[in-house]
């Protein structure tokens, strides 16, 4: 006679654990949307506040602009030629903000702020599923406020959403891993059980997705979207001795046709609309003879990606090696383990995105970027073990940071009114207070040992400071570039007026460009603008007094001086002015107009 299985009862024990989940799960929720809600308005913030392109932002904002005004959405176009130092998905995505929203710059930004704001989120997603709810949350606010990110959260350029689509390939990869080897991979016997089936559906899936997400890498920034991913993914199976899991019928070959099929079809179009040296141009010249520093070799030594981390993460890249430190606890215990393989996978992320363009020539700060979500679960999971503990390390870093804000928001309070001559203090007031409280508030903090509150704080004064920063900085900053104050003379000067900018200003005629539609003719020394000046043609010429005194006097008889403003010849920013002391220069940009030209407004 057999006996029947006792049937499972759901024990009180049970019932509190799994309402203990869901309210961990709820409570997750809830944090998670706060941090979003509050990056949101930090991100947004600085990309509508700043009204000149920064880095390499200009050459996507520009060339949509100009693909629209073609009607082209093949080839990427720059000054009307074509230009394809990038693939076209980041340019569609601008494309798209342009036709919701009008051109400008702040629409020019929207799709880099929407990948970072998702990144954060599958951060925080991701971390929470390795390591827990608290973990989760610290590490979508780590990520949040690092300085690097923050700043690259809001600039119209393809690194960010380069940075998102990476963090969901390997968060999805190391899913599907997991799932393929509850499936029963690697207990043959399991696998025609109802949970080995579904857990199997679930991998496939999974790599599926994970495969998408890096076709649309490889069409956002080329092959690094792919290579960088696979070549760390191929590590992890190699150390962890998970290669079994792997099926080539199930997983390699549906995976790479989702690739093709992401990643080809517009590479064939740009073919056949510009012919082979379209493509020549961005494999050969733009990935490999960039990695090899033929095209654009930038001299840096071999550390200096590995600097970049630490000043780009920063602050919480103090943390760094100490959360490297308790990996290593879980790798004495075997790599085989599953905390050691969640600790590989993170830390393999990091070294090969850093080492591999540690060996490149062509090294830029922010090619790290995409390293930044992996060190954001690592840190937020070490804050998390610290604070609980209430170790001493914990308290320290808690405390000096909230002595730090406050001294920096105090020295604020002296130095703000000194530097923008303002005596209104409502005008400078916000940046000073909000770093002042935000000190306190972690002070306090530390005082009750509430120590991950006070971590949180730190990524909301981080986050409110920027705020303050684009709502009082930027508008004062850009109402002294003189350039943009000629901006509106140009964009309503009539379309036979020939626009020339001197070559100590020719770093802003791609701006110029950008807001007025007028491509301006680079003069490139004072002989040529005095040539340019002199022709019979209509024409306003934006150069330097110094250079103007030294054109002949026929010449200057010739044209009329219609405004003048203090400038400086590089990009201003706010380092700049408070280095400075909100001093511009002594230098003054004029406004020229020859004689033969109509009447043009004045500047305001």
């Not at 979003?36 to 392109?53: N, R």
């Not at 080839?75 to 340019?91: A, E, M, V, W």
């Not at 935000?438 to 120590?451: A, D, H, N, S, Y």
């Amino acid at each position: 006679m057999s006996t029947a299985a006792p049937k499972k009862t759901l024990t009180g024990e049970y019932v509190r654990a799994y309402i203990r989940s869901a309210d961990e799960n709820l409570k997750f929720g809830i944090v998670l949307t706060g941090v979003l809600l509050i990056a949101a308005v930090a991100y947004f913030s600085l990309a509508a506040g700043w009204t000149k392109f920064s880095r390499a932002e200009v050459f996507f904002a520009e060339c949509v602009r100009e693909m629209l005004q073609t009607d082209n959405l093949v080839t990427p176009l720059y000054h009307g030629t074509p230009f394809f130092d990038k693939p076209i998905l980041s340019y569609w995505t601008i494309a798209c903000s342009y036709k919701l929203f009008g051109i400008s710059h702040f629409a020019a930004r929207i799709p880099s702020v929407l990948a970072a704001l998702g990144t954060i989120a599958v951060t925080a997603i991701g971390t929470q599923r390795l390591f827990g709810p608290r973990a989760g949350t610290l590490a979508g606010a780590t990520l949040g406020s690092a300085f690097m990110f923050l700043s690259f959260g809001n600039l119209c350029m393809s690194d960010m959403t380069l940075v998102f689509f990476d963090t969901v390939t390997l968060a999805l990869l190391y899913g599907a891993t997991a799932c393929a080897g509850a499936a029963g991979v690697e207990h043959p016997n399991q696998t025609n059980t109802r949970a080995g089936l579904s857990a199997a559906r679930r991998a496939n899936i999974l790599f599926w997705t994970a495969a998408l997400s890096a076709g649309l890498a490889f069409l956002t920034k080329g092959p690094v979207g792919i290579v960088l991913p696979g070549l760390a993914y191929v590590l992890y199976l190699t150390l962890s001795r998970q290669w079994h899991v792997i099926r080539p019928l199930w997983h390699v070959l549906p995976c790479l046709a989702i690739m093709t099929l992401a990643a080809v079809p517009w590479f064939f179009a740009a073919f056949r609309e510009n012919g082979a040296a379209a493509l020549s141009y961005f494999f050969i010249r733009e990935n490999l003879q960039r990695f090899a520093g033929s095209t654009y070799d930038t001299h840096r030594p071999v550390w200096f990606m590995v600097t970049s981390l630490f000043s780009g993460f920063l602050p919480w890249s103090v943390l760094l090696p100490f959360a490297f430190k308790r990996s290593m606890e879980h790798w004495r215990a075997g790599l085989s383990s599953v905390e050691g393989r969640k600790h590989l996978y993170l830390w393999l992320w990091i070294a090969t995105v850093t080492i591999f363009f540690s060996l490149s020539r062509g090294k830029i700060d922010y090619y790290v970027l995409p390293v930044y979500p992996a060190a954001a679960a690592l840190v937020g999971l070490y804050l998390s073990e610290i604070a609980e503990r209430k170790t001493v390390l914990a308290k320290v870093f808690a405390l000096a940071s909230g002595l730090l804000f406050t001294a920096v928001g105090a020295a604020a309070f002296a130095v703000f009114p000194a530097v923008s001559g303002l005596s209104n203090p409502l005008a400078w007031f916000f940046l000073p207070s909000v770093l002042t409280a935000g000190g306190l508030g972690m002070l306090w903090c530390v005082k009750r040992e509430q120590l991950r509150k006070a971590y949180k704080l730190v990524f909301v004064t981080i986050c409110m400071a920027a705020v303050a920063v684009s709502a009082q900085l930027f508008p004062w900053i850009s109402a002294r570039q003189a350039v943009l104050t000629y901006v509106p003379v140009i964009r309503n000067a009539p379309a036979h007026v020939r626009i020339g900018m001197h070559a100590v200003v020719q770093n802003w005629i791609d701006e110029v460009l950008f807001q007025t539609g007028r491509d301006a003719i680079p003069l490139k020394d004072t002989a040529m603008a005095g040539r340019f000046l002199s022709a019979p043609a209509p024409a306003l010429v934006l150069i330097p007094e110094t250079e103007y005194n030294k054109l002949s006097a026929e010449i200057r008889r010739q044209s009329i001086v219609k405004d003048s403003r203090p400038f400086i010849a590089r990009s201003l920013n706010p380092g700049y002015f408070l280095t400075h002391m909100g001093k511009v220069s002594e230098q003054r940009l004029l406004l020229v107009e020859n004689l033969g030209a109509p009447p043009a407004p004045a500047a305001k």
